[in-house]
């Protein structure tokens, strides 16, 4: 048996696994998207050509679940980014004197989002959330009911970022501060030596250097962020009056609520097509330009 037989006998097992879950279902959720499918016969099923599509473009409320996905997902990453990259900061500092401070930061990871979900939704909920009455007792507002976290249309989509911003940034910590680690230190000592201050060697050095793996949290957390549905669900279930529905619970909503199969499929194939193209936008514009 030649290497490259041997190579692909390996590698066939996780294909066939990978086809089974990946492929298989992404193929037939672009199959049915074609269609005009309810889950309650899906079956019985009509050929409607871009019919989906157009709908799913034309929508009002799907036009403003995207939007609203947008917004969400760029406040969570922009301060997962900015407080991950200062305690990664913080850690390099300390360095070997980290080791405890890196094990409690990262906690959070090992809760699941609904547990995150729930806390969060009694820290927020009305005028009995615990944020509330911790403001209140040091006089930064009135009264407790004084910030309806939840139930305010113009913050609600901000608020239920709070769970994922507090689950996620020890994600970004950690792998920031995994790339600090493999920054040259003599680079930085050179650099001292010559009299750059802290501000211009991170700015000049450090940040270039860190450009591939930042790269990598901007995809992981972006398309993360873009697809989230447990988090809000749990804490809002998209209210109020949708102000807090987001795609992936649009996507939800029309096929498990309405059930039109056929119109979901379109809107998550959309969806996952604008995820692609997000994702090939921040390689070509960080990784690929930090390789060239």
């Known amino acids: 048996m030649t290497e490259r037989r041997f190579v692909l006998l390996m590698l066939m097992p996780a294909m066939l696994f990978l086809g089974l879950l990946v492929v298989y ?3 037939l959720l672009v199959y049915n998207s074609f269609f005009d499918v309810k889950l309650i016969d899906p079956a019985s099923r009509v050929f409607v050509g871009l019919a989906n599509y157009v709908e799913a473009l034309t929508s009002r409320r799907i036009l403003e679940s995207a939007v609203r996905t947008l917004k969400y997902s760029a406040f969570a990453l922009v301060f997962e980014l900015v407080f991950g990259l200062g305690a990664a900061l913080l850690f390099a500092a300390i360095a070997r004197h980290s080791h405890w401070h890196r094990t409690i930061f990262a906690l959070p990871l090992m809760i ?7 806390l969060w939704r009694f820290l927020l909920v009305g005028n009995i959330g615990i944020l509330n009455y911790g403001l209140a007792a040091l006089g930064i507002i009135p009264d407790p009911g004084a910030i309806k976290w939840l139930s305010d249309t113009d913050i609600v989509i901000y608020s239920v970022a709070a769970a994922d911003i507090w689950l996620t940034t020890s994600f970004v910590a950690l792998v920031s501060y995994a ?6 230190r003599d680079v930085l000592e050179a650099a001292r030596i010559d009299g750059t201050n802290a501000i211009n060697r991170f700015w000049y ?8 793996v930042l790269a990598v949290v901007v995809v992981v957390r972006g398309i993360d962020a873009l697809k989230t549905f447990d988090l809000i669900w749990i804490q809002t279930q998209g209210g109020p009056r949708q102000q807090s529905e987001v795609l992936s619970m649009n996507i939800y909503q029309r096929m498990v609520r309405y059930g039109d199969l056929g119109q979901a499929s379109a809107t998550a194939t959309l969806f996952l097509l604008v995820m692609i193209g997000i994702a090939g936008l921040a390689y070509w514009k960080i990784w690929r330009a930090d390789r060239g």
């Open 112 to 118: 699941s989002p609904i547990v995150a979900g729930l």
């Open 205 to 212: 050095i450090t940040l270039p250097m860190l450009r591939p």
């Open 25 to 27: 279902p992404v193929a």
């Open 179 to 184: 790339g600090l680690m493999n920054i040259p």
